[in-house]
């Protein structure tokens, strides 16, 4: 069969076109259809397919064949033979077109301004990335992203033309072909020229602001996520909103924010100091106080009691408190507030040192009978459990003796 001609080929500003079907069948249920030509994009070069209408019906998907076909996957059958006309969802290929273009101008100025080689592309329908072959610095990622920002402010042209394999060859391309025979040229003029079958736009212009978002270390390189056009006004729009928001909540100038957290976080961590040896100074109050009315059962001395509200850090405190005093067994129950349905309660248990009450057993114990999992060693031990508060110190009462 004669291989589809690809319209986007020559004219990526192509948006509607007509076609005949040449060939239709049904794969898992879908019908697909080959035409003699058509501007739908397939899948390929990591450039995601052109979604629109054709003959009426939805074209859901669109795929390159290794038979130099074009099949387009649709909501409903066409017949072969039938003359279609097709229609390509503009503002998807456009934005398609602006994230292709800018990486090839972005790929080439890291070449420019500091060697780095692209080794491999993403270009999605909500994210984009390139592998560099080497990590790259904030600066060089700036200086490139600088120069790609001329290069789209000068307005070069973006050229397509054809060139047979030997020629290829012989021609200083930036990415090589990956496929034989007659070879699909784009240039950025004088700035890049690299073996392609995708959509471009005509003029870099037409890109708008090309816009790296973040990177991180890959594989013993770089991968640079960036954004073009719209996407890259969107992504500012997204980022101004969030630091308007912070602005909001902190209450100081955009440019303090980071002071600012910096600030708070030195204070939070000071506070969090304060309050530990402000709960250790109560704690030891508050156990003078426990063990003077703490109930006398065989050996030793208990307090079983809770506090709701009281996290792990708070209840471990007060029990080596209590425990500090000779002759005392403390269990202390705890859960964080506000309680609903099914909250678990935390449990510390702890003896004084000269106490024969072995806390790891009696929470293993607490745990297999009630449900729930903790551990520790005979000193001192904790669980956490999934029944109600009363019920674990009801427990307690019955069973630490
Ligand atoms: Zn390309």
């Given at each position: 069969?004669?291989?589809?001609?690809?319209?986007?080929?020559?004219?990526?500003?192509?948006?509607?076109?007509?076609?005949?079907?040449?060939?239709?069948?049904?794969?898992?249920?879908?019908?697909?259809?080959?035409?003699?030509?058509?501007?739908?994009?397939?899948?390929?070069?990591?450039?995601?397919?052109?979604?629109?209408?054709?003959?009426?019906?939805?074209?859901?998907?669109?795929?390159?064949?290794?038979?130099?076909?074009?099949?387009?996957?649709?909501?409903?059958?066409?017949?072969?033979?039938?003359?279609?006309?097709?229609?390509?969802?503009?503002?998807?290929?456009?934005?398609?077109?602006?994230?292709?273009?800018?990486?090839?101008?972005?790929?080439?100025?890291?070449?420019?301004?500091?060697?780095?080689?692209?080794?491999?592309?993403?270009?999605?329908?909500?994210?984009?990335?390139?592998?560099?072959?080497?990590?790259?610095?904030?600066?060089?990622?700036?200086?490139?992203?600088?120069?790609?920002?001329?290069?789209?402010?000068?307005?070069?042209?973006?050229?397509?033309?054809?060139?047979?394999?030997?020629?290829?060859?012989?021609?200083?391309?930036?990415?090589?072909?990956?496929?034989?025979?007659?070879?699909?040229?784009?240039?950025?003029?004088?700035?890049?020229?690299?073996?392609?079958?995708?959509?471009?736009?005509?003029?870099?212009?037409?890109?708008?602001?090309?816009?790296?978002?973040?990177?991180?270390?890959?594989?013993?390189?770089?991968?640079?996520?960036?954004?073009?056009?719209?996407?890259?006004?969107?992504?500012?729009?997204?980022?101004?909103?969030?630091?308007?928001?912070?602005?909001?909540?902190?209450?100081?100038?955009?440019?303090?924010?980071?002071?600012?957290?910096?600030?708070?976080?030195?204070?939070?961590?000071?506070?969090?100091?304060?309050?530990?040896?402000?709960?250790?100074?109560?704690?030891?109050?508050?156990?003078?106080?426990?063990?003077?009315?703490?109930?006398?059962?065989?050996?030793?001395?208990r307090?079983i009691?809770?506090?709701?509200?009281?996290?792990m850090?708070?209840l471990k405190?007060?029990a080596?408190?209590?425990v500090?005093?000779?002759?005392?067994v403390a269990v202390i129950a705890g859960?964080?507030?506000?309680?609903?349905?099914?909250?678990p309660v935390s449990l510390v248990v702890a003896r004084?040192?000269?106490?024969?009450f072995d806390s790891g057993a009696w929470v293993k114990r607490v745990t297999t009978e009630l449900g729930g999992r903790g551990g520790g060693r005979s000193e001192s031990a904790q669980g956490v459990v999934s029944v109600?508060?009363?019920k674990v110190l009801?427990f307690a009462?019955a069973t630490v003796q």
């Open positions: 069969m004669t291989p589809t001609d690809r319209l986007y080929y020559t004219d990526a500003l192509r948006t509607t076109f007509d076609a005949i079907v040449v060939s239709a069948v049904v794969v898992d249920g879908q019908p697909h259809v080959t035409l003699d030509a058509t501007a739908f994009y397939p899948s390929s070069g990591g450039q995601p397919f052109d979604t629109g209408t054709l003959g009426g019906r939805q074209v859901v998907d669109v795929r390159d064949g290794a038979d130099g076909l074009v099949a387009h996957v649709l909501d409903g059958p066409l017949d072969v033979g039938q003359a279609v006309s097709g229609v390509i969802d503009w503002p998807r290929r456009f934005d398609h077109m602006q994230q292709h273009t800018g990486q090839h101008i972005l790929s080439a100025a890291f070449e420019h301004t500091c060697g780095a080689r692209t080794e491999s592309v993403h270009l999605g329908t909500t994210s984009c990335t390139i592998d560099l072959a080497r990590e790259v610095s904030a600066r060089e990622i700036a200086a490139a992203e600088d120069r790609a920002a001329a290069v789209v402010f000068e307005d070069r042209p973006v050229r397509v033309r054809f060139v047979s394999e030997q020629e290829a060859a012989t021609l200083p391309l930036r990415k090589d072909p990956s496929r034989a025979g007659t070879i699909r040229l784009v240039e950025v003029d004088d700035f890049d020229l690299s073996a392609c079958g995708g959509t471009h736009v005509p003029s870099t212009g037409r890109v708008g602001m090309i816009a790296v978002t973040g990177w991180e270390r890959f594989k013993g390189g770089s991968r640079v996520a960036f954004a073009c056009g719209h996407r890259a006004l969107a992504e500012h729009g997204r980022l101004r909103d969030l630091v308007t928001e912070l602005v909001r909540q902190m209450t100081v100038a955009p440019a303090d924010l980071g002071s600012t957290v910096e600030r708070l976080q030195s204070e939070a961590r000071r506070h969090v100091k304060t309050i530990r040896l402000l709960r250790e100074e109560a704690a030891g109050h508050e156990a003078v106080a426990l063990v003077a009315a703490a109930e006398r059962v065989g050996t030793f001395r307090v009691t809770s506090r709701p509200g009281w996290e850090g708070a405190t007060l080596s408190a209590i500090a005093h000779s002759g005392c859960h964080d507030t506000p309680v609903s349905e099914g909250t004084s040192a000269d106490v024969s109600p508060l009363d009801t009462r």
